[in-house]
């Protein structure tokens, strides 16, 4: 396990942010998870995406920080989904009935197709 950590955010549509992760979301890392999503939500994009795909590890601490960032997408109005979830915090999603709370998507690009787009609403 390393502690190699970044998020690339990009803004497909008004209001929506997809955060990419790459490496681990672990005791070390999920901090920075934390604060660059709800700063990602304090600027103005309460629906928030995660993508996973390329995530290696991720604890409970991992995910503690993505509850953390569902009540504050929630209490902003918005929403959070989940991109390319591996199979190991899929299971922790499902164990924990997480997985009931969150859209899970197969890809990036999935979530954003779900989306409402401004001509929508």
Known sequence: M?????LTVHYPHPGLAIAAIVGDVDVQTA???RAGALEI???GHPRLA???AQVGFC???GLS???GIWHAAQDAGGSLSLAAVPDR???????TGVDSLLPVHATAADVIDSQPTS???
Not at 89 to 95: A, E, F, G
């Open 59 to 61: 604890d409970s601490a």
């Open 41 to 43: 939500i304090d600027h």
């Open 65 to 67: 920080a993505i509850i």
């Open 119 to 121: 001509s929508d609403r």
């Open 89 to 95: 915090l899929m299971r922790m999603l499902s164990m």
């Open 2 to 6: 390393t502690h190699t950590f970044d």
């Open 50 to 52: 995660l993508d996973l």
């Open 31 to 33: 901090p920075s998870l």
